[in-house]
């Protein structure tokens, strides 16, 4: 299903709706809209930042090579 098919479905749901919980949820959700970012410890923060500069260094490893790793490691 295409997302305007989603959202019309989406929106035919809520119409319908009768139950006020439901119906609060959502408003909490839409009121919500923080940022996951905001959200994450500054550690965290800090390590996706770190993985970011060592990708833009080339300071990475393919799905390949990390497997080949481990079937040489663990014999998989």
Do not use: C, P
């Not at 295409?2 to 009121?31: C, P």
């Not at 970012?37 to 923060?45: P, T």
């Amino acid at each position: 299903m295409d997302i305007k098919a989603e959202k019309v479905s989406l929106i035919e749901w809520i119409a319908q709706l009768t139950d006020e919980s439901i119906i609060g949820k959502l408003k909490n959700l839409r009121e919500s809209e923080t940022d996951w970012w905001d959200e994450i410890s500054e550690a965290e923060r800090n390590s996706i930042q770190e993985g970011i500069e060592q990708l833009n260094r080339g300071e990475s490893f393919s799905h390949q090579q990390i497997v080949q790793e481990a079937k040489e490691k663990y014999g998989l």
